[in-house]
């Protein structure tokens, strides 16, 4: 049985700084392959979906070596069971205008979504497994593929239709949404502040290490919410959330080596994605940190110590998906005004049985924290999320600028 | 039992240091009725908790799982009931604000540590000043962080409890990086503590700054990075609990400065946040599988049992195991001791430099008992050869060991301790014993025609196995013996005799030299009435011979017996068989004047007074022994030795049984 297979595995985390890093360190000093990781990141928890190729029995060991780690929760090998498997892709392709009907027919056919357009080219966003992908993409290199990026392959088991348990409705297993608990977060703050006493002056004179006393540094911020706490440049100090883009070297312990630089600098990672590039042998790191843009420009510049192009495109017109997989709780008495919500989002629908319901939906971060509050009352079962992809608009359009930037009309 | 009395031991021991006044840097102010009674209470509790902590680590996930999955909530009601949260008193009082620092060490003390293994720096010297404060807490100084962690190993492996090891940030904590690795790799029940530099900094390559969790990731069990003062009780606890619990192993904690600066209020009850990593502790084993392996047993005519490490804290189920069953059993390097040599049934080492007897028993077996092993390279060899003939019984308490070599017929992720016991509980009442008359007769014979052995030359030469020996027969065997790596620590494990578990002390899976005195420190703290003894060759006593220093400071009684051949003599022994004598840099003297001994290793020992001498004549050799146990305090024997001697039997990497050697020497050309 020495037969080379890809295999998905799911595994599922505890929050922890640097987790990331371990999880891949595990790949990197076994001397096993990543081929895609997608990494969705919850509240106090994280769901990695790894797919890695071997053989059966360097499966085996992965998985138990994975076990290994104090924080890791459940490993799961979802490669022989029904499943679910999903994988987002943006697009960017060379489209004179000319040739533009030709694809969007193409578009049209894989059902693609266009994200952008801009005089010469289009960006597209596709949805689908593995094949589908690769199929896309070959049609679309006839026209010339500027710039791709993949999330690696996020996955659900399918629910079997037989079985009639009622339905274990866990809301507090898969994320909640922001308002409660953000405000549970601030009473717990709040309450930490009662208990802190401040460093007496008489030690920190005379020290080794002379440290001011206001907290600007980037460890003094809490780990944000990753779930939907993307920072928009609200703080007075500039803390927000940056949006970085990589190309790298497809080489063993890669990942181990970038999200180690994160790791030891103290930047917390909100989103990751990795896959395939449109050059082969390169891979494409999608990541978003909260940093000041100071904080972010010395990352940059740590980064590119370790790779070729590092990227901050925060500032610049970008289109960003994510994509998620949410299985509902549905019985059938439910499952119809479910799908008038999935209706409104735009969401697919790509698995059902008598008690559950299990949708696909791509977007930015608003759209799917909306539709997961929405959803909620339900009964949420099961989440998978892929971390953001960006890629810069060639259309230099930012439609949220541009909203902002609309003269305010009169009232008539 | 024996755990108890250890613990007893050690409070007796507490006391006595008090009393003497060892320890020194206790203030004298401020001394209330209340301080002077806490100390004895503090001993007790302190050593109940190290039961808990360290010494039987294995029962207590038996009892978790038993009682009920919701495992988290268990250990809890564990934690409140169990005596140091009741019986320790504080040095503060309950609304007292006190430094980080006071609150780690104070974490320290209800864990029930006794001895630390530190070392100050700018980033760690909050955690010194704490450590002044504390009543019952001793540290030893070695002079090197090195030194330290290999003392903590040794601590730890001499006395099963969690070893302490404290360094500060950057040099001090890549310093322990051998260690660590080391640890891991044997399954050493560790915390090491680092200092960071204050939060604010990390990131920025400051001053003696190293990302020390990130550097250690892959060669600790866990590690962590504390940035809030009220995490310390809880991630000492959690680490205390990992490097205990499960499969052993280190655990290092790396706390930046401002926040042992800090003042804070612990809050002494906060549970330990490990639910997976309890759930997946290995369950008590099923009467369903042990009967399979009773099967096994009953069936088979050419059984053998190989036992190693994970059987530290079973050495009475291994004895009783094979009194039941007659089968006779071989050691790993890191098992030597669990079963006595001086029993029939024993037949010594096996693998790379095992006996031609315990190897070809394995060769030759129709059933390989592996009980808490990892079939490591140095045992196996080639992987396909390796007990090829045999139905392979795996039982290992870590699940990823299983299968990850050599694929088991029947195999077992539980402790080794009460699978044992459970396993000879069925054989009792089956009344299953193989027959195995013959097998035993096939073996004793193997015995008799390949004994270990080797040749000597006459007055002027002393063979280094010989030390060994007459080490062996003026203890007795009563002492704890540590190494170095090489030639020296092969011949130790082959020629003196173990008949108890750790007394023991050795770098098995990395093969770190420089290990002998720091573990030798280690053990010498612990258990001060018995004789330890490191045999180190000339190389791995140089890695670490800064430790001279701390053990005529800590007047730790350690001696020290160096086979000095004044080479890399493992390395030379394999330029000899395969790379036609050619010294590569493995002569360690001074090429310039080789019929001096060099360096004079009595010169570093009077540097640190500690009485020492030289011994190059066989007719002396008892004598000089007999003086260096006689000598109170540590003594260094410094035993010349020729560097021709080659590590016998002995089966070359990835070879199997039939290519084993077991003649010649560096005398001859090859």
Redesign the interface.
């Known amino acids: 049985m020495l037969r080379i297979q890809r295999y998905t595995i799911s595994v599922f985390v ?1 929050d922890e ?2 987790m990331i ?2 999880i891949a ?2 790949f990197s ?1 076994r001397g096993y392959n990543i081929e895609s990781l997608a990494v969705g990141l919850n509240r106090d928890k994280a769901l990695f979906t790894i797919v890695v190729s071997g053989t059966d ?1 360097v499966l ?2 992965v998985m ?2 994975l ?8 490993v799961e090998d979802l490669s022989k069971k029904p499943r679910v498997e999903r994988e987002l892709m943006l697009l960017k392709v060379n489209v004179p205008a000319a040739q533009r009907t030709e694809v969007l027919g193409l578009v049209d056919i894989f059902r693609a979504r266009v994200v952008d357009v801009a005089e010469d080219s289009l960006t597209l966003e596709v949805t689908g497994d593995a094949g589908k992908l690769a199929s896309l993409e070959r049609r679309m290199t006839k026209f010339g593929i500027k710039e791709l990026a993949r999330t690696g392959k996020i996955s659900l088991l399918r629910d079997k239709s037989e079985e009639v348990v009622a339905p274990p409705i866990l809301p507090q297993a898969t994320s909640v949404s922001s308002l409660t608990k953000v405000s549970d977060l601030e009473k717990q703050a709040s309450e ?1 502040v009662v ?6 002056s008489s ?2 004179e005379g ?3 002379a ?2 006393s206001d ?6 911020h809490q780990v944000l919410d990753p779930d939907w706490g993307d920072v928009e440049a609200a703080e007075p100090n500039g803390y927000m959330s940056h949006t970085l883009s990589m190309v790298v070297n497809d080489a063993p312990g890669v990942l181990n080596r970038v999200t ?1 630089v994160f ?5 917390n990672i909100q989103s990751l994605a990795v896959g395939l590039s449109e050059r082969q042998g390169i891979s494409r790191i999608t990541t978003v940190v909260p940093g000041t843009d100071e904080s972010i420009r010395k990352l940059l510049h740590q980064l590119s110590k370790l790779i070729d192009v590092v990227q901050d495109i925060t500032h610049l017109p970008f289109a960003q998906r994510e994509l998620m997989l949410i299985k509902i709780s549905a019985l059938p008495s439910a499952r119809r005004d479910i799908l008038d919500i999935a209706n409104v989002f735009r969401a697919k629908i790509v698995d059902l049985s008598n008690r559950s319901i299990t949708l696909e939906l791509t977007g930015d971060l608003e759209k799917m924290a909306a539709l997961q509050h929405l959803l909620e009352p339900y009964g949420i079962l099961e989440v998978a999320r892929t971390g953001r992809l960006a890629l810069v608009r060639d259309s230099g359009v930012d439609t949220k600028l541009l909203g902002q930037l609309q003269p305010l009309q009169a009232s008539y | 039992m024996a755990a108890t009395g250890i613990a007893g031991g050690a409070i007796a021991m507490q006391v006595c240091r008090r009393s003497t006044g060892l320890n020194s840097r206790r203030s004298e102010e401020n001394l209330s009725l209340a301080e002077l009674i806490s100390p004895i209470r503090r001993g007790i509790s302190s050593s109940r908790g190290r039961i808990r902590a360290g010494i039987e680590p294995f029962e207590e996930p038996r009892v978790i799982v038993k009682e009920s999955q919701g495992s988290s909530t268990i250990f809890r009601k564990q934690s409140e009931a169990s005596p140091p949260a009741s019986l320790f008193q504080s040095r503060y009082g309950d609304s007292e ?1 006190r ?1 980080g620092a006071d609150i780690l060490v104070e974490a320290l003390e209800r864990q029930g540590v006794d001895i630390v293994f530190a070392y100050p720096g ?2 760690s ?2 955690i010194h000043q704490a450590l002044t404060r504390s009543t019952c807490i001793r540290n030893v100084l070695c002079r090197h962080e090195q030194g330290e962690v290999f003392a903590a190993e040794g601590y730890a492996k001499a006395s099963g409890k969690v070893g302490v090891c404290i360094a500060t940030s950057g040099p001090g904590a890549t310093n322990l990086v051998t260690g660590l690795a080391d640890a891991a790799l044997d399954s050493v029940p560790m915390v090491a503590i680092t200092g960071q ?7 920025t390559d ?2 003696q700054e190293t ?1 020390i ?2 550097v250690t ?2 060669i600790t ?2 590690n962590y ?1 504390v ?1 809030n003062v ?1 995490d310390i009780p809880r991630v000492i606890e959690e680490a205390f609990f ?1 490097a205990s619990s499960g499969r052993p192993g280190p655990v290092l904690v790396d706390i930046p ?2 926040v042992q ?5 612990p809050n002494w009850s906060q549970p330990i ?5 309890m759930q ?1 502790l290995p369950r008590f084993p099923e009467v369903a599988q042990l009967q399979q392996i009773v099967r096994l047993i009953a069936n088979s005519k050419r059984p053998v049992v190989y036992c190693g490490g994970g059987c530290m804290n079973a050495s009475e189920e291994v004895r009783e195991f094979v009194k039941l069953t007659g089968i006779p059993i071989t050691m790993t390097l890191m098992g030597l001791g669990i079963f006595p040599q001086s029993d029939s049934r024993s037949l010594h080492m096996l693998g790379m430099h095992g006996t031609v007897y315990a190897n070809y028993a394995v060769d030759g077996a129709d059933l390989l008992l592996a009980f808490g092993v990892r079939f490591d390279d140095r045992v196996t060899g080639k992987l396909e050869a390796f007990a090829s003939r045999a139905s392979i019984v795996h039982i290992d308490i ?3 060991e299983i ?2 070599n050599k694929q088991p017929h029947v195999s077992l992720c539980a402790d080794v301790k009460p699978a044992l016991q459970s396993l000879n509980l069925l054989l009792r009442e089956q009344k299953v014993k193989p027959d195995v008359g013959s097998w035993i007769a096939e073996l004793e014979e193997q015995k008799l025609k390949w004994p270990l052995k080797y040749v000597e030359f006459g007055d002027d030469c002393i063979a280094p196995q010989h030390a060994i020996q007459t080490l062996c027969e003026i203890t007795q065997g009563n002492a704890i013996i540590s190494t170095g790596v090489g030639q020296h620590q092969m011949w130790a494990a082959q020629w003196f005799k173990y008949d108890k578990p750790r007394r023991w002390l050795t770098s098995g899976g990395l093969g770190a030299m420089g290990f002998g005195l720091p573990s030798a420190i280690g053990a010498a703290a612990t258990f001060p009435d018995v004789p330890v003894i490191d045999i180190d060759g000339d190389g791995s006593f140089l890695m670490n011979v800064q430790e001279l220093a701390t053990i005529h400071v800590e007047k730790l009684p350690v001696k020290i017996m160096v086979l000095n051949n004044q080479h890399l003599g493992m390395v030379v022994q394999w330029e000899d068989r395969f790379y036609k004598a050619n010294r590569a840099h493995t002569y360690l003297g001074d090429p310039d004047h080789e019929d001096e001994i060099f360096p004079d290793f009595l010169k570093f020992a009077e540097g640190c007074k500690i009485p020492c001498a030289r011994v190059t004549k066989r007719s002396n050799l008892k004598a000089a022994i007999q003086k260096m146990l006689d000598t109170p305090g540590p003594y260094l024997l410094d035993v010349i030795v020729p560097h021709q001697e080659h590590v016998l039997p002995m089966i070359p990497g990835g070879s199997s049984f039939k290519d084993i050697i077991t003649e010649g020497d560096g005398r001859k050309t090859y």
């Open positions: 505890g700084s640097g890093n371990r360190g595990v000093r029995r085996q060991q138990k070596q076990y290994k780690l104090v924080n890791v929760r459940k930490k208990t802190h006493i401040p460093v007496t030690s920190a020290d080794v290490y440290v001011e907290d600007e540094g980037v460890w003094s180690g790791a030891r600098r103290g930047y | 604000p430094k700018g980033a010297m909050e530099v204050p939060r604010r900094m990390i990131g400051a001053f990302p969790v990130e990731r892959s069990k866990h990075l940035m009220e990992l400065k401002d600066q800090q003042f804070a209020i946040k490990l639910n997976a990593y997946r870590d699940p990823a299968g990850k």
